[in-house]
């Protein structure tokens, strides 16, 4: 669980980075990869739960 969560953060923090920072190199398929990842660990983690 810990694992996911820590994952989960991650996958969080690099949405955000790419939302935040122009100079983001990331398009829009790196934010939707991301944003799907976070929505897949959000939901494995409160299956677990």
Same mark, same amino acid.
């Given at each position: 669980m &810990? $694992? &996911?969560?820590e994952q #989960? $953060? +991650? @996958?969080k923090d690099a949405v955000? @980075? !790419? #939302?935040k920072s122009a100079? !983001?190199?990331v398009d829009?398929?790196?934010i939707v +990869?991301? @944003?799907g990842v976070v929505e897949r660990l /959000? /939901? $494995?983690i409160i299956e677990a739960i």
């Open positions: &810990k $694992e &996911k969560i #989960l $953060e +991650y @996958a955000m @980075a !790419c #939302l100079n !983001c190199s829009f398929k790196g +990869y991301w @944003a /959000r /939901r $494995e």
